[in-house]
């Protein structure tokens, strides 16, 4: 068990809707991480937040947004949903702001998009 | 802009025996590499890093990686394989050419080790 929980597990949505997925750090950590893991693009990194401000951004549509709150929790926003958005949605904490520093992943969030 | 490649979708091994699992890079500046593993039905997890030093570096679970600048890889490395190490593993790579703040992951390798 990494320490980094994720809600929910499962999550199953028409096209055009809009979902919020969530996740809790490791107690301690300040950065989270968001990653979609699909079969056609696999892992790719999306947005990462240090101590409630953005600082790195990668493939993230426009159509998806996040943010983390004071308490250090964090939501990924995906809205205007499309078929290709089902993926695993992965959440991960760090102590330190860089990439450079080691990640705890969190068990994922399964996105299936009807 | 970095780039990472897994040349092998799938390793099978023999339980015991050495294995390797390899990842070449592509970046503008000096690299930062990390390999991932992935269990079934889990989430990723680290295994180890190469940020500077020493080229031999030693992880989690006698796994071990040599990072080689002039053939730009970071293969993965292990001297006897355990039918536990059956995963998915990635390689990632970020580029700290001119503060780039991205990541990136191979596509996966699928290791398999029978016993």
């Known amino acids: 068990d990494s320490g980094v929980t994720q809600t929910p597990k499962h999550l199953i949505t028409a096209t055009g809707q809009r979902v919020t997925l969530r996740c809790s750090p490791r107690?301690?950590?300040?950065?989270v991480y968001w990653y979609q893991q699909s079969l056609d693009q696999g892992l790719q990194f999306l947005i990462q937040?240090?101590?409630?401000?953005?600082?790195a951004k990668g493939n993230i549509l426009e159509r998806f947004s996040a943010q983390q709150f004071p308490d250090l929790h964090s939501e990924l926003n995906l809205s205007s949903l499309e078929l290709g958005d089902s993926a695993l949605y992965f959440c991960?904490?760090?102590?330190?702001?860089?990439?450079?520093?080691?990640?705890?992943f969190g068990p994922g969030t399964r996105l299936t998009v009807l | 802009a970095q780039s990472v490649a897994q040349p092998e979708d799938q390793v099978n091994v023999a339980e015991g025996n050495p294995l390797t699992v390899k990842c070449t890079y592509s970046v503008s500046g000096n690299p930062y590499l990390f390999w991932y593993v992935q269990y079934p039905n889990r989430g990723l997890q680290f295994l180890l890093k190469y940020i500077t030093g020493d080229n031999l570096v030693k992880g989690s679970y006698g796994f071990e990686a040599e990072f080689n600048k002039s053939q730009t890889s970071f293969h993965l490395k292990k001297p006897s394989a355990l039918v536990s190490d059956s995963a998915l593993y990635f390689c990632?790579?970020?580029?700290?050419?001119?503060?780039?703040?991205?990541?990136?992951f191979g596509a996966g390798t699928r290791l398999t080790v029978k016993p």
């Open positions: 991960a904490s760090s102590v330190g702001g860089t990439l450079d520093n080691e990640q705890f």
């Open positions: 990632a790579v970020r580029d700290t050419f001119k503060n780039n703040n991205d990541m990136r």
């Open positions: 107690s301690g950590d300040l950065s």
């Open positions: 937040y240090y101590n409630g401000e953005e600082r």
